[in-house]
């Protein structure tokens, strides 16, 4: 009896022992099934993250090539630049497609004078910085040469009619760079930003540094947020332009091209630099030796000489520009666009109708694409500034339409 008592104790035991070890098992498998349901969580969430991720990139992508709409906000939708060159970069900056152009063959070049500034008041900036010089600053005019004077003589003519002589392009930068020799580049520099900062005659509103076309200031900030490399390449001296341009249009003063005039150690007298050491104690001073006008294929040489690649686009509007544009747009490996402005408007701009007809035909010969300043731009200088002789006919303002530069007139 007792050994059955003892084996009936032993098989309940065993099978206590039996159940618990099942109901251990089940919970441990319920349990053990959490960390399939915990991995499978992170990959939906890591999935639903990236799906999250790829959404965020095709929305800033599409930002990205609505950009053009957003930054020319200065230029009509009707603009013909504006859906060409927004069109353009679109294709040039898609490594997929086949127009792609690498960041460093981006290259755009821009004239200065009446394409990025204003041209006419009544003339170009630096034949005005001159006639100042020479005529009205009281500590030089009375130094000033008999040349000098008589350069500034036939620069008031210029004012006056609006008929650009033969040959005042290298006797103005003869005059600059004798009319301002032996200053530093610093002292230069201040001269020029001093005189920037005065009224400009023909407006109401502005000075002399801010009669920068807004529209086509757009068009440098956007070229640069697309990776373009922009360079300034003008027929005014090198050092007036970036005193000009310096702070208003956003470049390094390393990409603003102009012509050039002599520059000297302070202690070099008459000795070549060949021949002479810049010393520790040496400044660079103006030499006042007129070197090179920068026109016309002058241009195109300084583009290859300083610059080393061939543009992709380019910017002018004059005859001047044409031998940079053609540079541009012709036997280039990548796809090239050339624009030239118009200066239509003689409301808001001191316009001349006939040249600008005749720049639009040039457009048409030569398959540049033309900007009409009064039908493409919303503004030209921004709102409180206003054109003095707005109120003079058409038939006045193409009567005094400057020849072109090379035949006659600067393209600067």
């Known amino acids: ?157 210029y004012f006056e009619t609006g008929e650009y002589p033969s040959g005042l392009d290298v006797k103005h930068g003869t005059a600059v760079a004798t009319a301002f020799k032996g200053m530093t580049i610093d002292e230069f520099d201040a001269y020029v930003k001093a005189y920037r900062d005065q009224p400009m005659e023909s407006y109401e509103g502005m000075t002399n540094g801010q009669a920068f076309y807004k529209p086509m200031l757009e068009v440098v900030d956007y070229l640069i947020a697309n990776d373009f490399r922009v360079y300034i390449v003008s027929g005014t001296d090198r050092l007036i332009t970036r005193g000009l341009a310096e702070g208003t249009v956003n470049i390094p003063l390393s990409q603003m091209i102009g012509s050039d005039e002599s520059l000297v150690a302070t202690g070099q007298g008459d000795e070549e630099g060949l021949d002479y050491t810049f010393g520790k104690d040496d400044k660079l001073v103006t030499g006042g030796e007129f070197l090179i006008k920068n026109l016309k294929t002058n241009k195109v040489t300084v583009i290859q000489q300083e610059i080393g690649v061939q543009p992709v686009l380019a910017f002018g509007n004059s005859g001047g520009d044409s031998a940079m544009a053609n540079f541009t747009i012709n036997h280039n490996k990548y796809k090239s666009a050339a624009f030239m402005l118009c200066c239509d408007d003689t409301e808001r701009e001191n316009g001349n109708i006939e040249k600008a007809d005749k720049m639009r035909k040039t457009c048409e010969e030569n398959g540049y694409t033309a900007i009409s300043m009064k039908d493409d731009w919303t503004t030209i200088y921004g709102d409180g500034v206003t054109y003095k002789g707005a109120e003079k006919s058409e038939e006045t303002q193409t009567s005094q339409e400057p020849a072109e530069e090379g035949s006659n007139a600067q393209a600067a």
């Open 1 to 157: 009896m007792k050994n059955r008592k003892t084996k009936l104790t032993a098989v309940l035991l065993a099978a206590i022992m039996i159940s618990s070890f099942a109901g251990c098992y089940k919970q441990n498998s319920t349990e053990g099934s959490k960390p399939e349901s915990s991995v499978a969580s992170v990959s939906d969430a890591s999935s639903k993250a990236e799906e999250k991720d790829n959404a965020s990139k095709a929305e800033e992508s599409k930002k990205e090539s609505d950009v053009g709409a957003e930054t020319l906000s200065l230029w009509k939708d009707s603009a013909p630049l504006k859906a060409q060159l927004t069109d353009y970069v679109k294709a040039v900056t898609d490594e997929s497609g086949s127009d792609f152009i690498p960041v460093e063959n981006r290259i755009a070049v821009f004239d200065m004078d009446g394409t990025l500034c204003c041209e006419t008041d009544p003339g170009y900036f630096d034949h005005k910085l001159l006639y100042h010089r020479v005529m009205e600053d009281p500590d030089y005019k009375d130094k000033a040469s008999k040349e000098e004077k008589e350069t500034a003589a036939i620069i008031k003519t």
